[in-house]
């Protein structure tokens, strides 16, 4: 029986190419949100999940930074999806036709120029995988889509301009997420870990905590902060570290970063992609 992999959207979303880029042998299964995406795991309707974490060009993606710790699950996995933006239509429609777009209110912008040029307009949808399923469907020869090439594919649109995005470094992260941790050394790029903790009330704590990674040569690649249960004064840390927690520099950094904290739970630890270069 071939083993699923759950993702957020509609087929052909970029979270639905990033499962079959990363996980090529595993079933896709598409969900209505995140919440459903961690459920069919914990369930047992799939073996993993792939979640965006954050983009190159907005940041993190709302809320994940909340699920992640709350989700029972742990990552096992890193992936990055380059976002290429295609325009696509119905069969023999030819660019010249198109008078509107539609697509996800953050790929629009992405393609100002592309569109300004042709005269386009854009129109937000929900979901950019969802709008090519709706254009199949409707025959509307007067409108276009804006989205991944696998959601042309997918629903039988024709391609009328590929990579039509202003800027080329657009990027999504993703972490793939199993209900049980693998903390073996694996990969031939070194290895990332996850984890999230609260400082102790104490003044210049995270200072404190954070010199331990600095005095070890530890390299942070990521620190975040957010609230908890909706406090001004409850703040939890998400980061990201290169290494591996047995590795002697982390294992030293980790040790003193919990003496000033009140909570600390390693999330995942599995191999650096390469991409990150």
Request: charged share 25%; proline share 6%; glycine share 8%.
């Amino acid at each position: 029986m071939t083993s699923r992999i759950a993702f957020q959207g509609e087929p052909g979303a970029y979270s639905h190419e990033a499962c079959a880029n990363a996980r090529p042998g595993m079933e896709p299964l598409p969900c209505r949100t995140f919440e459903d995406v961690i459920e069919a795991v914990r369930t047992g309707e799939a073996a993993e999940a792939m979640l965006p974490v954050e983009n190159s060009t907005y940041g993190r993606v709302a809320d994940i930074h909340r699920l992640l710790p709350e989700s029972g699950l742990r990552i096992v996995d890193e992936a990055f999806v380059r976002v290429h933006i295609s325009l696509m239509a119905l069969p023999d429609v030819q660019i010249e036709d198109i008078k509107t777009v539609r697509a996800h209110l953050v790929l629009l912008p992405q393609c100002r120029d592309f569109l300004a040029r042709h005269g386009i307009r854009g129109e937000a949808a929900a979901d950019s995988a969802g709008a090519a399923a709706d254009l199949a469907r409707s025959r509307d020869r007067a409108s276009g889509v804006l989205a991944s090439d696998l959601a042309a594919k997918i629903h039988g649109l024709h391609i009328l301009a590929r990579h039509i995005e202003d800027h080329a470094h657009n990027t999504t992260r993703f972490l793939i997420m199993s209900p049980k941790a693998n903390h073996a050394p694996r990969g031939d790029h070194g290895m990332m870990t996850t984890f999230i903790f609260q400082v102790r009330n104490i003044p210049a704590a995270l200072y404190k905590a954070m010199g331990g990674f600095a005095t070890n040569g530890v390299n942070m690649t990521k620190l975040e902060s957010y609230m908890v249960g909706g406090s001004f004064t409850a703040t939890q840390f998400y980061a990201d570290i290169e290494g591996h927690p047995e590795d002697p520099p982390v294992k030293r950094a980790l040790e003193e970063l919990e003496y000033f904290t009140d909570m600390l739970e390693i999330l995942g630890v599995y191999p650096r992609d390469p991409r990150r270069d």
